[in-house]
């Protein structure tokens, strides 16, 4: 399980803006917005959204 150390934010925020720029590429999982099992449901959900709104 990820373990987020401090400057974790601004980190996160600099791979997305990164992944905005990779076109297809999308982040999930407990390494970005929280550990839990709802948390990584919610980012790969969000992802998933947004490779179908991509197509
Ligand atoms: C012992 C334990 C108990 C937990 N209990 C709870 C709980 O009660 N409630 C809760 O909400 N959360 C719990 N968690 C946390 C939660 O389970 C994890 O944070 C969550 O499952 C992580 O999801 P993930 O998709 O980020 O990573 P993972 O579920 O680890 O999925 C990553 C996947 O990528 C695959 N993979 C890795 N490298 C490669 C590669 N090179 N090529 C292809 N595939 C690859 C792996 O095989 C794996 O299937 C627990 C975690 C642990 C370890």
Redesign the pocket.
Known sequence: ??QYTVGHPQRLAEMAARAAAVPGLHL????YEG??????IRM?RRAAEKIVAER
């Open positions: 399980m990820a999930a999982g407990n390494a550990i839990g099992i709802p948390d990584c790969g």
